[in-house]
């Protein structure tokens, strides 16, 4: 066969292209533009020129279903045969799978509220190309869900703490942080909506959820979760570049847009940013074998990255989110605080926790040498000690919730240099006081009260009685949590005796 | 003055090794890293994949969208076109 690849085939450019594929939409005549489109002037975002949006990746419906497609056929091949070959006996240790079920109750049922949330932006913006464009990533996003549960099914057969996600989502007291991190998401306008997940969490924050993660689920010889992982972040790369296009058309349009967009820049980070926290514990806890620790993902996903990125939109006025101090000073402890918060409240939780081994402290010894054994090597030393006494310590009380994140109050003033102080902030709104975990959260709050007092905070649900009853069994049922078999430590679990018995370890 | 780099993560498999190939063909500075089911590279400023050099080295048409099939994540603004994908920082 001989083919001159130099004479490519004529054909009509793909600017061209994308334009005669996206540019489907009209003025209305019947009825009022202002009318059909009811949401996307509200937020003060002003638009003189919708046509001036355009998709980098020049993505059009025929290529999508085509590569979508094939993305698919890839993906099913690979769980299929991680099935045949009984592969979730290949991975490094069972203890690696707890991790998987923190993606399932808190990951996955968000990328369906993002399905959700792009429909609906999908429906609400006037320009044909934003439309399009949000109407692929809606479609984008209930495959993700779909794909992961199909993926994770396969454990489910196995091992416990899989079988009631999607309950667990609307009611265990921690999920309530990324349900509530995508409620807020939603029940914004459109514009704040694109710079909350669109911008925020998928352009800066994403990398840091998928890339590491799947990384490391590769190097834990968990190939079905790398294929859906890698499989799934192949769209994110399209919604990131479609997040950077949204805010840069929202900036080029009007001057007036840039404090508005500056404002939900700084509050959409923090809130991505909290969320992150359970992966900073996946990533230097519960993955046995660590390629990378969680600060090293930030500094090279988030600081470097993030470092060119606003240079890039520095020239219409807009700044580092005001956040970034504060984050960067928690790096060296994020990791540490919320493993030590979940190992004490493992007993309400539908996953396993354990105590660092040496040769995991001595890895996060080498990953923090400024804070690990000052500060956090020791408690887990002490409740070692507990453990072999016999008195395995489990906190009883419920924590003080923060009104914002809805994370219960363990972060310390490490900014200000007290890592050992607990933050704590209040404010008083129509005569009731609200508490928060740091000053971000405080300022988001201030910003829109009204927003936040009708957040549902678990805590406090369960102390009015909503949530099946005042003791933790009683809890425990209404969340359908098994005692004894989806909660409680690792060593001595069903999972735990499944994973000796497979391996010949009796 | 040093410029930002660009990133491009691809999933380490034989459809992106002629990807990486043809990318340290055409950008001298870019730098490849293999880690753990995935190829980071990362170059100052920007990043192009040419189509004529894809075709070169597999040897049939390809079309820069082919890329999405591989893509992990980026880093940077994107043009694409028929003939290249180009990844650059604007500053």
């Not at chain 1, 994308?18 to 059909?36: A, F, I, N, P």
């Not at chain 1, 989502?169 to 694109?194: I, N, Q």
């Not at chain 1, 606003?310 to 101090?325: S, T």
């Amino acid at each position: 066969m001989t083919m001159n690849t130099k004479n490519r085939k004529k054909r009509l450019n793909m600017k061209e292209k994308y334009k005669h594929m996206t540019r489907l939409g009209w003025e209305t005549s019947y009825q009022d533009m202002d009318k059909v489109f009811p949401y996307d002037n509200y937020e003060g975002i002003k638009i003189h020129d919708w046509e001036a949006w355009e998709d980098p990746f020049r993505m059009t419906m025929d290529s999508y279903w085509k590569y979508q497609g094939e993305k698919d056929k890839k993906l099913y091949a690979i769980i299929d045969a991680f099935a045949q070959n009984n592969a979730q006996k290949n991975i490094t240790d069972a203890r690696y799978v707890s991790a998987l079920k923190l993606f399932l109750t808190g990951v996955s049922p968000l990328e369906y509220q993002a399905h959700r949330g792009f429909a609906h932006v999908a429906r609400n913006f006037r320009g044909d190309g934003p439309r399009v464009a949000c109407q692929m990533q809606a479609i984008d996003e209930l495959r993700h869900v779909q794909t992961q549960i199909h993926t994770l099914s396969h454990y489910n057969k196995h091992f416990n703490g899989f079988s009631e996600f999607a309950h667990w989502h609307d009611r265990v007291w921690y999920l309530s942080v990324p349900k509530s991190f995508f409620d807020d998401a939603r029940t914004a306008g459109p514009f704040e909506f694109m710079i909350a997940i669109g911008f925020s969490f998928e352009y800066v924050l994403t990398n840091l959820l998928f890339v590491p993660f799947m990384s490391g689920a590769a190097y834990n010889g968990d190939m079905a979760t790398v294929t859906f992982g890698f499989s799934a972040q192949s769209d994110e790369a399209r919604h990131m570049t479609l997040g950077l296009q949204a805010i840069k058309f929202m900036l080029e349009q009007d001057p007036a847009n840039v404090p508005i967009v500056q404002g939900w820049i700084d509050k959409w980070t923090w809130r991505g940013y909290k969320v992150l926290g359970l992966v900073s514990m996946m990533m230097d806890y519960m993955l046995p074998e660590s390629p990378q620790s969680w600060k090293e993902a930030w500094e090279l996903y988030f600081e470097e990255n993030t470092v060119a990125l606003f240079k890039d939109l520095e020239r219409y006025g807009i700044k580092v989110p005001d956040c970034a101090g504060t984050v960067a000073a928690e790096k060296d402890h994020l990791s540490h605080q919320i493993w030590m918060t979940f190992y004490t409240h493992g007993a309400a939780a539908p996953f396993h926790t354990w105590l660092p081994d040496e040769k995991k402290m001595d890895w996060l010894s080498e990953k923090y040498p400024d804070t690990f054994d000052k500060y956090y090597r020791p408690v887990y030393e002490h409740w070692a000690k507990l453990e072999k006494e016999g008195k395995r310590y489990y906190s009883e009380m419920l924590p003080q919730l923060c009104q914002t994140c809805q994370i219960p109050m363990l972060y310390t003033e490490i900014e200000k240099g007290e890592p050992t102080q607990i933050a704590h902030r209040h404010t008083i709104f129509n005569g009731e006081r609200f508490h928060f975990c740091s000053d971000h959260c405080k300022d988001i709050f201030e910003n829109e009260p009204e927003k936040y007092t009708h957040a549902w905070m678990p805590v406090q649900q369960i102390f009015q009685g909503n949530c099946g009853g005042a003791t933790l069994p009683e809890v425990l049922d209404w969340y359908k949590v098994k005692f004894g078999t989806d909660n409680l430590d690792y060593v001595g679990s069903e999972d735990e005796a499944t994973w000796k018995q497979w391996h010949g370890q009796e | 003055m040093s410029q930002n780099n660009v990133m491009l993560v691809l999933q380490a498999n034989e459809e992106a090794r002629p990807m990486v190939e043809a990318i340290q063909k055409d950008n001298q500075d870019a730098i490849v890293e293999n880690q753990p089911a995935m190829i980071k590279i990362t170059s100052p400023g920007k990043l192009v994949i040419k189509a004529e050099t894809m075709e070169e080295i597999i040897g049939r048409e390809w079309d820069p969208q082919e890329l999405q099939l591989v893509l992990i994540s980026l880093a940077g603004n994107v043009d694409e076109d028929y003939d290249h994908f180009t990844i650059y920082w604007d500053n």
